[in-house]
């Protein structure tokens, strides 16, 4: 069978498979599924290193080392943070207006992993997918296929192994993109988690079915003049070479005061960051974006990797490599998004220069995504947290790992959404509540009598009655009876038992209003 056939085939047989075994998986209690949750974390934590190895091996992208945080972050702390979520039956109760919120699993979800985390996203989408009562089809991505599906199997075991449905967790075995668009097409599927570059998530959200997607990322990184300098380039760095820039939420532009130019320059080398020239930086454009876009074949490479296929000299401990650049645009393609440990640099004149060159960068490819800014001025602080067009803004620490949950308090998550100014639906870090539906009993606090029954509405008396009570003549609700119209000219109307002018109307309409307040 053709390799698009055979895909085809396992993506239909996949989300028919994760239905059938999600409708009975739909009656478990909150204790079975969260016991679940727990063995699955545990197998997928336990198993980090090995899958880091995978994940390194297969796709040649990144640092095992990171990898294997990755791992243990989207296993042992995503459970941590969702262990005591209710995410069955009842999930809320309203005493005072009789209201319960009931969870509802939205049914089959389809899961884009993406070739830059394929081990890490796996698990993570499996456990928030299973903790909010649905099952999964997977789409591994091609040049990822081998690790995803190991991790995806070790999880299914573990689940299956404490009472987990057969057939819950699947996946496409031989992925090809007309798999992976059979299965978010798929009459079985519920709703596409796509993790992925900007064109699968177009497939999404294309596909005519419910989708959480995310957007790229440009990340500016500020360095306001109030700053702990050596600890923001050091931050920035950590950032940049994390798995050798594969997250999304990498830093891709060190931003500075001019003021602070000496210092950061002296701490990016205390950092074995390499400072390219001029002629250095246009060899490494010509190999990075050859033709105006990035070249997939340096993405997520060593620094010293890099600069020796663009004809660059460097140590071979040089942690990123950096570009000074004076642009921001196609003009300047290396201010773009680089998934890879090279990092653009810019210098400004004072902090509101620098809020306008990080809203170009963001503009530049990483809209509503993330950015972040290192000061200890607090009012500045807070504008860039009011103003700038970045849903998550991370202050003095490392974006990579602060956009996803791991350095600050947001939800510990691998799919972030860059809310409707990247395209999505949702500026959250994706988690099991996003999966459910929330269905509402509502119970009666306010009694309706219709007038047509009774005549006169309940409402209606209830304004006659403050009206009486505040010496206000009150409005006739109540339909005029058969042949007797209402009497109306353009100097008074009939109101209560008075004839007024719309003067005098207008002055009792305000005076009662403000009663009212």
Same mark, same amino acid.
């Given at each position: 069978m053709d390799k698009?056939?055979?895909?085809?085939? =396992?993506?239909?047989?996949?989300?028919? /498979?994760?239905?059938?075994?999600? #409708?009975?998986?739909? $009656?478990?209690?909150?204790?079975?599924?969260?016991?679940?949750? /727990?063995?699955?974390? +545990?197998?997928?934590?336990?198993?980090? +290193?090995?899958?880091?190895?995978?994940?390194?091996?297969?796709?040649?992208? @990144?640092?095992?080392?990171?990898?294997?945080? $990755?791992?243990q972050f989207g296993t042992r702390d995503v459970y941590d943070y969702i262990k005591d979520m209710k995410t069955v039956g009842i999930i809320h109760h309203d005493e005072k207006r009789k209201l319960y919120e009931i969870a509802?699993?939205? @049914?089959?979800?389809? #899961?884009?992993?993406?070739?830059?985390?394929?081990?890490?996203?796996?698990?993570?989408?499996? %456990?928030?997918?299973?903790?909010?009562?649905?099952?999964?089809?997977?789409? !591994?991505? !091609?040049?990822?296929?081998?690790?995803?599906?190991?991790?995806? =199997?070790?999880?299914? /075991?573990?689940a299956e192994a404490n009472g987990a449905p057969h057939g819950l967790i699947t996946y496409i075995e031989h992925p090809t993109l007309e798999g992976t668009q059979a299965l978010m097409k798929a009459p079985e599927t519920s709703v596409i988690l796509a993790t992925g570059g900007p064109n699968i998530v177009r497939e999404a959200y294309s596909s005519g079915k419910p989708a959480l997607g995310v957007g790229s990322g440009n990340v500016p990184a500020f360095i306001e003049k109030t700053a702990n300098v050596k600890k923001a380039v050091a931050d920035i760095v950590a950032g940049k070479c994390f798995d050798y820039g594969l997250l999304c939420s990498s830093e891709n532009s060190l931003v500075a005061d001019i003021s602070l130019k000496d210092h950061v320059l002296t701490e990016l080398k205390n950092n074995r960051a390499y400072v390219c020239n001029d002629d250095e930086k246009a060899k490494l454009q010509k %190999?990075?974006?050859?033709?105006?876009?990035?070249?997939?074949?340096?993405?997520?490479? !060593?620094?010293?990797?890099?600069?020796?296929?663009? &004809?660059?000299?460097?140590? =071979?401990?040089?942690?990123?490599?950096?570009?000074?650049?004076?642009?921001?645009?196609?003009? +300047?393609?290396?201010?773009?998004?680089?998934?890879? !440990?090279?990092?653009?640099?810019?210098?400004? +004149?004072?902090?509101?220069?620098?809020?306008?060159?990080?809203?170009?960068?963001?503009?530049?490819?990483?809209?509503?995504?993330?950015m972040s800014i290192h000061s200890t001025n607090q009012d500045i602080i807070m504008k860039f947290g009011l103003e700038k067009p970045a849903f998550r803004i991370c202050v003095n620490t490392v974006a990579t790992l602060g956009a996803v949950g791991y350095t600050t308090g947001v939800a510990p998550s691998m799919t972030l959404g860059?809310?409707?100014? &990247?395209?999505?639906?949702?500026?959250?870090?994706?988690?099991?509540?996003?999966?459910?539906?929330?269905?509402?009993?509502?119970f009666e606090i306010r009694p309706f009598t219709s007038t047509l029954v009774h005549g006169k509405s309940q409402a209606s008396s209830a304004t006659a009655e403050s009206a009486t009570k505040k010496n206000i003549p009150a409005f006739d609700s109540r339909p005029k009876k058969s042949g007797t119209p209402s009497k109306k000219t353009e100097a008074s109307v009939t109101f209560g038992s008075k004839g007024l002018s719309e003067k005098e109307i207008d002055k009792i309409v305000d005076e009662f209003i403000k009663s009212r307040r």
């Open positions: 698009d056939l055979l895909a085809i085939q =396992e993506a239909r047989d996949a989300v028919r /498979k994760a239905k059938a075994a999600q #409708a009975e998986f739909a $009656k478990f209690s909150q204790a079975q599924v969260d016991k679940i949750v /727990k063995a699955m974390a +545990d197998a997928g934590y336990e198993a980090a +290193d090995r899958l880091a190895k995978m994940a390194a091996e297969e796709t040649r992208m @990144g640092r095992y080392e990171d990898k294997i945080v $990755k791992n509802v699993p939205m @049914g089959v979800v389809a #899961a884009i992993i993406p070739t830059t985390n394929p081990t890490s996203t796996v698990m993570y989408k499996i %456990l928030i997918t299973l903790k909010s009562g649905n099952g999964i089809a997977i789409a !591994p991505h !091609p040049r990822a296929a081998k690790c995803t599906v190991e991790a995806a =199997e070790i999880l299914r /075991k573990a %190999l990075m974006f050859p033709t105006g876009r990035l070249n997939t074949e340096i993405i997520g490479l !060593p620094a010293h990797v890099i600069a020796q296929r663009a &004809g660059l000299s460097v140590p =071979e401990n040089t942690t990123i490599l950096v570009v000074s650049c004076k642009e921001v645009g196609k003009t +300047d393609p290396l201010s773009a998004e680089k998934l890879s !440990p090279v990092l653009s640099m810019f210098f400004v +004149d004072g902090w509101e220069a620098g809020c306008e060159l990080c809203i170009k960068i963001l503009n530049f490819g990483g809209i509503g995504h993330t860059p809310g409707t100014l &990247g395209g999505s639906i949702t500026t959250d870090n994706i988690m099991p509540n996003h999966l459910i539906n929330i269905k509402r009993l509502a």
